[in-house]
């Protein structure tokens, strides 16, 4: 099997958004923020999105050059309509606009109507680190997620992302679906027709079950705990915290209105907003502490935990980030390959577009 | 069993704080914040901390006049140092900084050390609603959690309150330990001999465990999630996000460093910051689009969830904020029960302070 470079498939990623009438700058934008998600080891998240996003701009639900307007703003907030562009555009520039404010009055707060996925949530958050500050970022999405006691899906997987600088250790980076498992983990099990353990999904009536299929016969992927005994509210708390600040702050389709990721759904009747909702935030570290003291004491935080006691038989503990630190690393120097379906779906972009992969 | 109202209990309260020379001002403040807890049907933080707080005072860890002062600034951030007094006098005044700044500039967020035990999250960030702000309130806490993959308890339950206004709707308030139960279910079990479910709690050695005795033995929570095949790593990165956004942050001790509520476990050694940490913040929500616009979308959203199909045999779907609101307008009107060994220590300090309960 072929071994793909970073290089490599963000230069494809880049001209592929080129031919569908991406400015040049917003197509390097956006393969950077797209092949992110590869390199980290998110590979649900990256170039296999790509047949995704040409589908939808396809049915005429992209538009590849969005004028991203602030629709209301205060020193340390804003609104951005973005024009039913690509999240991977949208969202890093929303979040340029998060760090302009935060630089000027401490933090910066920016919620995003109008918009698409944004790939990994990570991403964006990271932005905010080689400036000493401290990122986050969410997005809601395609509704698949029940709340607790109920069969109906009113949620996203909803990830939310915080990233954290410290001195000589890498970067605190967290970023993870509210849900017990995120949706691409069922992907996995579909393929290798394996059952998902408990607590992940429940059946279309609302029981438990172990079926990676459920989705496709009206089940729902459940929230982080669950069940009701294990937490399930605190995970619906935080999937509907992240829906709020995404979609309702910002004006655009919240709950079951959300818009699927899926070009062969239809959009919602009677939309109560506009597109898909994102909410990005940065603030200053010296708004609170001299950063240097901030990022020594992170060092201290991130050693107390890394060389924690393991239980036997199970593996160190990692700090948030480790894992997908790693795999980059890793992939940057050596390459990696891509599932089949992944690789034979970039051969037919590559026909269609003309283009060498 | 003698029915307590909510006057009579905040009165109680109140006085106690003065006899310990709290000022006036400070001990209504402080009382107004612990009661809410009972009122709210959280018991585990209102009056039956009433003694753990005095222990400490008695202990000298608990500074009956602070002058609290600002550390650090921006127009929308601040650091405090609470001065070692009560959290729940030092962490109103800091959310009204934070309320102040968001007044000013659409958010405000500050971090606080030098603080103690808070009571509710909820209360703080309750205090946004009013102002037609979204408010933000999470604290660190006595370590009893392990991370992922771990034997040491390096986490407090440390909950995350987020509180969202509505119109005609009541407003969203959530507020939830990042662990899968906090300790006071522990406490509960415990008086009733009863087993926990298996996800709360590891053993001393890091194996699943039901005895809710576990954590007397060394044995630990278990962040939100309970094991890594059913999310405990996204558990514990917000545990850890709030550990660092309360003391990295602010400058308080964070890790296995925070200190413990019960007077008789001692301060850690080489203390790496000043007393416990909390985290608050508001943002208006017209820095994003005009609140009453705002305000009927979130009833909307509300409406969307309570009225969504149920799972047969199970109740409706809640709202954050549903049960407690319910819980408080009954005590509101018809008093309640106090359960007999917090009724014992409350007449206990009513004799020693020479109060009528």
């Not at 929230?223 to 708390?237: A, I, Q, V």
Request: aromatic share 8%; charged share 20%.
């Amino acid at each position: 099997m072929a071994l793909y470079t970073y290089l490599q498939l963000k230069t494809f990623t880049e001209q592929v958004f080129v031919k569908i009438g991406c400015p040049a700058e917003d197509a390097t934008l956006a393969a950077d923020a797209l092949v992110a998600a590869d390199l980290r080891g998110i590979d649900s998240h990256g170039v296999a999105r790509l047949s995704g996003y040409l589908r939808l701009w396809e049915a005429g639900r992209i538009n590849p050059k969005p004028q991203i307007k602030i629709l209301h703003q205060t020193p340390s907030t804003a609104s951005i309509d973005g024009d039913g562009g690509l999240g991977l555009v949208v969202a890093p520039k929303a979040m340029k606009i998060a760090l302009e404010k935060s630089e000027l009055v401490g933090s910066g707060w920016v919620a995003i109507q109008n918009s698409n996925h944004f790939g990994i949530a990570g991403y964006h958050a990271m932005m905010a680190l080689p400036k000493d500050m401290i990122g986050f970022a969410m997005t809601n999405a395609s509704p698949l997620v029940a709340p607790t006691f109920s069969t109906e899906r009113l949620l996203g997987t909803n990830p939310i992302a915080v990233a954290i600088p410290a001195d000589k250790q890498p970067a605190f980076v967290a970023d993870f679906a509210t849900t017990t498992a995120a949706n691409g983990k069922l992907e996995i099990l579909q393929r290798k027709q394996q059952d998902a353990p408990l607590g992940w999904i429940q059946d279309s009536t609302g029981n438990a079950s172990t079926n990676p299929n459920e989705l496709k016969q009206g089940g729902a992927l459940l929230p982080l705990g669950g069940d009701r005994e294990h937490g399930s509210h605190k995970g619906y708390c935080l999937g509907a915290m992240v829906d709020i600040l995404s979609a309702v702050l910002s004006g655009a389709n919240y709950a079951s209105w959300a818009p699927p990721f899926v070009h062969f759904l239809p959009l919602a009747a009677n939309p109560v907003g506009k597109g898909l909702g994102h909410f990005l935030g940065a603030m200053r570290i010296d708004g609170f502490r001299p950063a240097e003291e901030f990022k020594q004491h992170m060092d201290t935080w991130i050693l107390r935990f890394r060389n924690a006691k393991p239980i036997e038989g199970q593996p160190k503990v990692y700090i948030p980030g480790d894992i997908e630190r790693e795999t980059a690393h890793e992939r940057q120097t050596k390459g990696w390959e891509l599932l089949a379906p992944v690789e034979e779906d970039l051969k037919n972009i590559a026909l269609k577009f003309q283009l060498s992969l």
